[in-house]
């Protein structure tokens, strides 16, 4: 596509029920990241994906926090039992190569009530 | 670790006016790159400019023009001539050469009034 593509963009669920995040990135880009933008707390990263290799899911904040990338193009971000912290928009982004930038999504912002 | 630290939270200039946004930033690694992206209301983080730390030259876009300074850890954005379209909340990001995740700053919202 013609950018990077996420779905829902809003989203409003109940305290202790599963949310799921799709993102879809960029074609033939290899690189996908999830960020957490919260106010007052910046943008955090979370996961990232890099073509085939292992996951980095050194910033997912608990267990309660997955993330896959089926046949290295979409992405989902699934947040179980949420919680009212969990509330803040989640920010996808992909690149093509390292070190030049990403092209972000318009992000799904989440409330938990 | 690395940090990265925006000191104004919010800044007004007029309509065709110049303003810079300062950013400063602490890492122990020599090779880096610096980022300014911008945020309007529509949420989509927008790539402004980008500063390999290893080059000294600063980078310019147009009316958006970086002042690098590798020493004092310092990279402030300078916007010219800015125009109503300007407004936004505005990052900056420090990514490291052996990494991939950015750093970002708390930001700085931009204000142009007419």
């Known amino acids: 596509g013609a950018g990077v593509s996420q779905s829902p963009s809003n989203k409003v669920t109940e305290k202790g029920k599963d949310v799921e995040l799709r993102c879809d990135p960029i074609?033939?880009?290899?690189?996908l990241y999830w960020y957490r933008q919260s106010l007052g707390q910046g943008l955090e990263f979370l996961i990232y994906?890099?073509?085939?290799?292992?996951?980095?899911k050194s910033g997912l904040p608990s267990d309660r926090f997955s993330a896959e990338r089926t046949g290295g193009s979409v992405s989902t971000l699934t947040i179980q039992r949420t919680q009212q912290e969990d509330s803040a928009v989640y920010l996808c982004?992909?690149?093509?190569?390292?070190?030049?930038?990403?092209?972000f999504g318009s992000g799904t912002r989440l409330t938990v009530v | 670790a690395q940090t990265v630290t925006q000191s104004q939270p919010e800044m007004s200039v007029q309509e065709a006016e110049t303003v810079t946004l300062s950013c400063t930033y602490d890492?122990?690694?020599?090779?880096?790159?610096l980022f300014w992206y911008k945020q309007p209301p529509s949420r989509q983080m927008i790539l402004v400019i980008r500063?390999?730390?290893?080059?000294?030259q600063n980078a310019t876009e147009n009316r958006f023009s970086v002042n690098f300074q590798k020493a004092a850890k310092s990279f402030s954005l300078k916007i010219s001539d800015s125009q109503l379209g300007d407004a936004a909340m505005y990052f900056c990001?420090?990514?490291?050469?052996?990494?991939?995740?950015?750093?970002f700053g708390k930001g700085t919202s931009l204000l142009v009034t007419p």
């Open positions: 994906f890099q073509g085939n290799s292992a996951p980095d």
């Open positions: 982004a992909s690149s093509q190569t390292e070190n030049y930038g990403y092209t």
């Open positions: 990001a420090l990514e490291s050469n052996s990494g991939y995740a950015l750093n």
């Open positions: 890492t122990s690694e020599s090779d880096y790159y």
């Open positions: 500063q390999e730390a290893y080059k000294q």
């Open positions: 074609s033939g880009h290899t690189a």
